[in-house]
């Protein structure tokens, strides 16, 4: 079946029901074992436009597992939009009870390779195997209904895409889909971002004004060179001899002052690490301010060392994700690296880029942050690299520092496009099976 570049496939044919309920043409089921099959029926009237719907509901036992399968066209080269709603009833982790696959397939039926090599590749050049894509969960409306979606480039070898409507394992738990549509789309505009890191600590500074200020040439600097977003040090107006009480301040505040101003002036995204006060509360934070120079938001560090913890500051218990014009930024601050649930939740919540201004660090930790989430992680450091420890650097999908900046006054860069995945060897997109292969969130238990 040939299509034009903007021909709509699939869409509609999902609902166009049989008689007495029966599937649509070309729908079956499916089910990993036959003890373990769910139950499955098509409503003819089902879902939010009453178009139709597939269901999939399971009795009281654990680990039932099926789905339902459609295979349509497509054409190799072409970049295709799927989309398709989902509702999930008496589950605990939806993302995990509720899965789409799509499975590209050459004309035989036989799997295909991708066309450009993996990143991740065992072997230089290496083409790897296509696997399966997992669309992502997007926005749920009132009724429960979400949207699940993703843009592909279907591999050039590809004449068919396998279509799968998963069930998981939940007991006496729904997982109904509707609204289906494979549709063809224009290739997505690359999203090409500047990130940099800088490696960079004022010395013989007294005063929270003065350390400001010896930042004004290295971001002149970072504009200079084209740079869109750029991570400052943690603390960087804690003075020596000062307390963290002395050189706390509000937020916003006379440094997000400061540096909104030259953020405005140099019109890039800035991240500095400052500290907070906030009643008789003290918080280390990053803070994230625009290139109109406008403060966008702050995260307040949640993992605190015992120095901190014996200097008066107070933890903070929340994971913001801030869309910018670059992309999905989130922040952490230095000791949060030691730990993977901080960068695993700005990850779950959709963190594109992660800044993290340290103080110092395994740098190995900011490989596996970067790695075991599939995100860019920008990391200015206090350490120098005779101590081979923490660097300032931008750590790419692999964990592998894409940039690095070894002398004091200098600026780690990188160019990278935020649409463009990394692919692994035997597991394809990582980055978007994590959400359907991770644990299930632990449910909280009172006093332990």
């Known amino acids: 079946m040939k299509t034009s570049s903007f021909a709509v496939l699939g869409c509609l044919l999902l609902f ?17 074992r036959e003890e373990i099959r769910p139950q499955f029926r098509h409503d003819p009237t089902g879902g939010p436009s009453g178009k139709g719907s597939f269901i999939i509901e399971s009795d009281a036992r654990e680990g039932l597992n099926g789905w339902w399968t459609k295979t349509f066209p497509v054409t190799g080269g072409q970049h295709y939009r799927f989309t398709v709603l989902r509702k999930v009833s008496n589950a605990e982790s939806p993302r995990r009870a509720g899965v789409v696959r799509l499975l590209w397939r050459d004309a035989n039926g036989k799997p295909v390779t991708h066309d450009e090599p993996s990143f991740a590749s065992y072997r230089p050049g290496d083409h790897p195997r296509s696997e399966p894509e997992m669309p992502a969960d997007l926005a749920t409306d009132a009724r429960g209904w979400t949207e699940v979606a993703d843009t592909y480039r279907a591999p050039s070898k590809a004449a068919q895409v396998i279509v799968e409507l ?3 394992w939940a007991p006496q738990a729904k997982v109904e889909w509707a609204d289906l549509s494979l549709t063809a789309v224009p290739a997505p505009v690359p999203r090409i971002v500047r990130l940099a890191a800088a490696h960079f600590v004022p010395r013989n500074t007294k005063t929270p004004e003065e350390r400001r200020q010896a930042f004004v040439p290295i971001i002149a600097e970072a504009a200079k060179q084209r740079v869109d977003f750029l991570v400052l040090p943690e603390v960087l107006t804690y003075a020596g001899g000062s307390t963290y009480e002395q050189c706390a301040e509000p937020i916003p505040g006379p440094s997000t002052e400061f540096f909104g101003k030259l953020a ?19 918080y280390n934070v990053a803070v994230l301010i625009g290139p109109d120079g406008k403060l966008i938001g702050k995260y307040r560090k949640v993992c605190l060392p015992r120095g901190e913890i014996e200097g008066g500051i107070q933890p903070g218990h929340d994971y913001p ?20 649930e901080v960068a695993r939740e700005l990850s779950n919540r959709g963190a594109e880029v992660i800044a993290w201004p340290v103080m110092g660090c395994n740098p190995l930790l900011g490989s596996a942050r970067a790695c075991e989430n599939h995100v860019y992680v920008v990391s200015s450091t206090h350490t120098d690299v005779s101590a081979n420890w923490m660097i300032s ?14 002398d004091w006054g200098t600026l780690a860069i990188a160019e990278v496009d ?12 990582f980055k978007a099976e994590i ?4 644990p299930a969130d632990p449910i909280a238990q009172s006093g332990k």
């Open 418 to 429: 935020l649409n463009k995945r990394l692919l692994w060897q035997s597991l394809g997109d």
């Open 16 to 32: 166009m029901t049989g008689a007495s309920g029966a599937p649509p043409e070309g729908w079956t089921t499916g089910a990993a």
């Open 166 to 168: 998963h069930f998981r």
């Open 321 to 340: 994700v801030f869309n910018t014009k670059l992309g999905k930024i989130g922040m952490m601050v230095c000791y949060d690296g030691f730990f993977p």
């Open 435 to 438: 959400q359907r292969h991770r």
């Open 393 to 406: 650097a931008v750590y790419g999908h692999d964990g592998k520092p894409l940039a690095q900046a070894k």
């Open 264 to 282: 405005k002036e140099h019109k890039l995204h800035l991240v500095p690490g400052l500290i907070e006060r906030d009643g008789h509360l003290i």
